[in-house]
């Protein structure tokens, strides 16, 4: 079973930017990748996904600040936070379900892997 683990996840000031990495145990080119976040008293939701031929997917509360990729050779998938606002506050978790080509609508249910959070406060 692939594992995955996230780090990068900081304390820091509205507009400012922080980069989160998920590393995985395994080759993760067969996969769909995605980010979630998880809000103080709120329900977790979909970030961002990559597919395996690599298109992206953003939710519509992060698209133009917010950048997901990732580098099979290491096995790490990345997202790139930018313009940082308060109501980015969140846990946010990486996630996997193995796909042959695209990924599937970014809700939890559709995916199975997932890594245990890394804490992101935004500060205004």
């Known amino acids: 079973q692939l594992q995955l683990v996230e780090s990068g996840g900081d304390s820091v000031q509205a507009g400012g930017s922080l980069r989160l990495s998920c590393a995985a145990s395994?080759?993760?080119?067969?996969?769909?990748m995605a980010w979630f976040r998880q809000g103080p008293g709120k329900e977790r939701e979909g970030v961002a996904t990559?597919?395996?031929?690599?298109?992206?997917y953003y939710a519509v509360s992060v698209r133009g600040r917010f950048t997901i990729s990732k580098e099979n050779g290491k096995n790490t998938l990345y997202l790139q936070m930018n313009m940082l606002k308060s109501e980015d506050t969140a846990m946010y978790y990486c996630a996997a379900t193995p796909r042959a080509w695209s990924c599937p609508p970014l809700v939890t249910s559709n995916f199975n892997i997932w890594g245990q959070g890394t804490q992101v406060t935004v500060s205004s």
């Open positions: 395994a080759y993760t080119g067969n996969y769909c």
């Open positions: 990559i597919a395996v031929g690599g298109p992206t």
